[in-house]
């Protein structure tokens, strides 16, 4: 991390694609987690990535900014969700978007991601991003949670998904 | 399926139903060509109270570099705004992608954008002594 983060700032624009690789997704999910649509959630994206760019020169801590970039992702998804009028994270009912292609759909039959959808948003939530997060500060900023508790709800939220997979 | 296989099934369920959009991906990297390497950024502070001659659907926003302050009001598409100190300068709209929109401030400062396309945006303003851009907003 630190050392993409170096070679990015000396101008490396393959470093900075691999930052973007290795955090898009949970980027993504973190937007995701506050029921924003797909044209808000890839604005909060943009302007996360935008954001890092501008202070890539002052960076203080190279190693942080993995929890850096969840952490504004995730004001900026909360402001957008406050524009939207949407309810914080926490709330226990909302659909996934609609599938996006055959495949997809194909794919969403199958056992977790049936299970997935019918559990808590919380959980589902928690989930995602705790498979996502490159570590334990990205996913306590993504969930605003202390790291302590991490692990026993990760491990309640796995607890429920398998008591749906195996009835 | 233990643990780890059932997380690594989570982490395929969700791309299968849910994936970070290509175009997505390509804005981010693209993020990159937007580094200014030279220019002032100019960060967000605090804007001045509303004065009540618009409605509630603006927006204030001001930002500011040593030397210069640009104050903006966002209505839906439409921001206006000034610089101060008052000068007659090229505004150029930064986007994701690259330079969009492009107008001039007047000798007053003053400058205006009816309708911009929406999404992330930035304000290039080239002064004499440099160039300032204003951090990112989300029309």
């Keep these: ?167 | 399926m233990n643990d780890d296989e059932l997380v690594a099934a989570v982490v395929r369920a969700f791309r299968a139903m849910d994936p970070v959009p290509g175009r997505v991906l390509d804005a981010s990297r693209a993020a990159f060509g937007r580094r200014m390497v030279g220019a002032v950024v100019a960060g967000e502070v605090p804007a001045p109270e509303p004065v009540g001659m618009r409605g509630g659907e603006v927006r204030r926003v001001a930002f500011e570099a040593p030397g210069a302050l640009v104050e903006m009001e966002v209505a839906g598409r439409e921001v206006a705004g000034r610089l101060r100190p008052a000068v007659a300068v090229p505004v150029v709209v930064r986007r994701a992608g690259g330079d969009g929109e492009r107008t001039r401030t007047d000798a007053g400062g003053r400058f205006a954008f009816p309708e911009l396309a929406r999404g992330p945006l930035s304000l290039v303003f080239e002064l004499g002594a440099g160039t300032v851009v204003t951090s990112w907003i989300r029309v």
Aim: proline share 6%.
């Design chain 1, 1 to 167: 991390m630190r050392e993409l983060v170096l070679r990015a700032r000396d101008g490396d624009a393959a470093a900075w694609t691999a930052l973007v690789e290795r955090h898009a997704e949970t980027l993504w999910a973190v937007a995701r987690s506050w029921r924003l649509g797909d044209a808000d959630c890839a604005d909060v994206v943009q302007l996360t990535w935008l954001r890092l760019v501008e202070r890539l020169d002052t960076i203080q801590d190279p190693d942080a900014v993995g929890a850096w970039l969840v952490v504004t992702a995730r004001r900026e998804a909360a402001r957008t969700a406050r524009e939207r009028g949407y309810e914080p994270l926490g709330a226990t009912t909302a659909a996934l978007p609609p599938p996006h292609d055959v495949v997809a759909a194909r794919e969403q039959v199958c056992a977790v991601g049936t299970a997935l959808r019918t559990l808590p948003r919380r959980c589902r939530d928690l989930l995602r991003l705790a498979a996502l997060a490159p570590g334990q500060a990205e996913l306590a900023a993504a969930l605003d949670m202390p790291v302590g508790g991490l692990g026993p709800t990760r491990a309640r939220c796995l607890q429920k998904l398998r008591r749906k997979l195996t009835p």
